[in-house]
């Protein structure tokens, strides 16, 4: 969220203001950079599956994130003034692979610590309030400088947000790597031997997984599409200064966090599809009425109308997830191999998919049909084009996700089925073992 809201208009924007890349370009280039990421991203899954030491089947990988994050996000969130697309393109791809290689690994690591429907989406439900707390805390970088009487301008404050990152992500590594077990799957009897693409292209005709990455398509094209114009509406439909602005995204976050047992609440007592559906519904409904609000175009209106929006913001995120979980777990029920990182990686892709459509249609949009420049005075009609990407293509994009969440085939009984075959082959594996033991 970070990158999208603060870190593209960066680059978008105009010398002194911004690195200087302009609009079109910078959606660009973000939407390359992730169609890149679908070659990278099943070799990474792929990797996590294949590779293992002797601290475990994952550990390894996120110690690795750490120098390649680090050193990445120094020059992505410090660039010079004047950098050109060579600087972003570099340093942007060694920020991805390290990203990817984080988000898979960890991603991966939870069908084989929680066994349950229900266990499942509570523990992406914490990473997922963790990382909303941390996006919370970068996003507020502008409004605590400000309150600190520190002025800063937009280089300064993503330059913050890059050392906090820079500074948290070893002790963030360290404590999972210290205090998490890292098992082997349940019903896991090999491990992958090669890359296969014959693997993946079965997930992704099946009516599980094919419908899951479906749905976070367009949940992170939407995501997306919000994140990269949020300070333009902010500043430009609804009159907020960097501040006020800082502040509504502390309190979007907020609501979010907030909101977060209770659509894991919703989860267990019907099922993962159905507060799917309803938390997707919501965030349509929530972002399409941004636009009958902007021509009141003040401060106040965008903030209630942000707060709403909030509620349902993480629901799609951990839940998605969470489901990805049963998928694995049923996969490897049919073959006895544990593909999670293959699964991860290819949720991740279509979810970097999704992102890059956002940058580089949205800022198209945006920039050549709407007539939108940052930095510069626009007419009333430019200026409501850019609420109308913002509001209109992501309310559609949350209402479509919503109706293929609805007919998801993976229901709690059929992964209560898969759990007991799974449990009657470790019992039926170990019962010999036991019986050779005792005589």
Known sequence: MPLGVYLAPLYANEAPHGVGLGLELTGLLFMLLRFWDIVTDPVMGYMVDRYRTPLGRVRHWIILCVPILGISTFFVYMPPVGAGPGYFIGWMLVFYVGFTLLQTSRSSWVPAIASDYDDRSRLFL???????????????????????????????????????????????????????????????????????????????????????VTMELLVSTAISVTAANFLFVAEYAFGANDAQTSMTLMLFFVMAILALPFW????????????????????????????????????????????????????????????????VEWQAAQTGENRAGNFYALLTSFNKVGSSLAFGVGYFLVGRIAGFRPGQENSDGATFGLVLVFGFLPGLLYLLAGQLARRYPLTRAVQEET??????RVEIASGPAEGTAGS
């Open 126 to 212: 914490w990473p997922e309030i963790i990382s909303v707390f941390s996006m919370l805390i970068l996003l507020a970088v502008p409004l605590i400088l400000s309150t600190l009487g520190v002025e800063a301008d937009r280089f300064g404050q993503v330059a913050v947000m890059g050392w906090m990152m820079i500074l948290t992500l070893p002790v963030a590594a360290a404590l999972s790597c210290f205090f998490v077990p890292d098992p082997r799957l349940r019903g896991e009897s090999k491990s992958v031997e090669k890359f296969e693409i014959r693997p993946l292209i079965e997930a992704l005709r099946g009516p599980m997984f094919s419908r899951l």
């Open 264 to 327: 894991l609440w919703l989860a267990k007592r019907t099922e993962k599809r159905n507060a799917f559906f309803i938390a997707t519904t919501f965030s349509g409904v929530a972002f399409i009425a941004f636009i009958p609000l902007a021509p009141f175009g003040n401060f106040t209106t965008f903030l209630i109308a942000s707060l709403i929006a909030g509620i349902p913001f993480s629901a799609p995120i951990f839940l998605s997830r969470a489901m990805t979980a049963d998928v």
């Open 419 to 424: 759990a007991r075959k799974l449990e009657g």
